[in-house]
């Protein structure tokens, strides 16, 4: 059975930093792109970056670009996000999500990620 | 970047009946990359259809989607209770950003 579990969500000040992680188990980690999508209190999903499977091709929203780096390490089933120079704006949910035939077949149960002073 | 709009936002309707839920896209989605989600409260997300119209593992056949180029359909052809959520569609694919509708929320009339 497919799980994905993040980690790593806490309150944190404008400016500060933070890595999410995202582990993987009941499937072929390596073989599958993966996801991270956020949703603000109340508000809808939005797409946030994601990884090619050996991690060679990463892409980002706008509004996260230049801020959010997406990693993963194969070895130990993982998948990340370094956040820099969080904002208020931040605050959300943020979800892992697999690859699948087509669309995200599996999702985490999200990690809640707070940027306040 | 593909802009996608779904209406209503909000959707009222009753136990039984017939659900019709639409996302239109800024421009045509390559080969019909475009998935429906369904997300209750304090839930993930959960695939409901890809490849704009093929249902994912274990979905109920009352649902159903189509359309093709920047106009496609969810349908929900008898709610039943555990039906109302909201519902979002996504195009998906080799671009680089994969967006996502702004949602449908499904209510009990």
């Known amino acids: 059975e497919v799980h994905l579990v993040e980690s790593g969500g806490v309150v944190v000040q404008p400016g500060g930093s933070l890595r999410l992680s995202c582990g993987a188990s009941?499937?072929?980690?390596?073989?599958?792109?993966m996801h991270w999508v956020r949703q603000g209190p109340g508000k809808g999903l939005e797409w946030v970056s994601r990884i090619s499977w050996d991690g060679g091709r990463k892409y980002y929203a706008d509004s996260v670009k230049g801020r959010f780096t997406i990693s993963r390490d194969n070895s130990k089933n993982s998948l990340y996000l370094q956040m820099n120079s969080l904002r208020t704006e931040d605050t959300a949910f943020y979800y892992c999500?697999?690859?699948?035939?087509?669309?995200?077949?599996?999702w985490g149960q999200g990690t809640l990620v707070t940027v306040s002073s | 970047e593909i802009v996608l709009t779904q209406s209503p936002g909000t959707l009222s309707l009753s136990p039984g009946e017939r659900a019709t839920l639409s996302c239109r896209a800024s421009q045509s989605v390559s080969n019909n990359y475009l998935a429906w989600y369904q997300q209750k409260p304090g839930q993930a997300p959960r695939l409901l259809i890809y490849g704009a119209s093929s249902r994912a593992t274990g979905i109920p056949d009352r649902f159903s989607g189509s359309g093709s180029g920047t106009d496609f359909t969810l349908t929900i052809s008898r709610l039943e209770p555990e039906d109302f959520a909201v519902y979002y569609c996504q195009h998906y694919g080799s671009s680089p950003r994969h967006t996502f509708g702004q949602g449908t929320k499904l209510e009990i009339k």
């Open positions: 999500a697999k690859d699948g035939y087509g669309g995200y077949d599996y």
């Open positions: 009941g499937f072929t980690f390596d073989d599958y792109t």
